[in-house]
């Protein structure tokens, strides 16, 4: 499962239900990076949330 991860997601299922998925630490820090610089853009925008309160 670690190689397989390390090139591609792998989707644990349970029950014939995806539960979890298993991805490399470069892939993660990669997407926490572009979470990160999505919500930058968010703020910046004057998207932070409670558009209705």
């Known amino acids: 499962m ?3 991860a ?3 997601p792998v989707c ?3 029950h014939g ?3 979890v998925v298993v991805v490399s630490v ?3 820090e990669r997407l926490c990076a572009q ?3 999505t919500n930058q853009t ?3 925008l004057g998207g932070g ?3 209705g309160a």
Do not use: F, Q
């Open 35 to 37: 979470e990160k610089r």
């Open 17 to 19: 239900r995806g539960v």
């Open 26 to 28: 470069e892939e993660y």
């Open 42 to 44: 968010t703020t910046e």
């Open 2 to 4: 670690i190689d397989t």
């Open 12 to 14: 644990i299922e349970k």
């Open 49 to 51: 949330g409670n558009a």
């Open 6 to 8: 390390r090139a591609e």
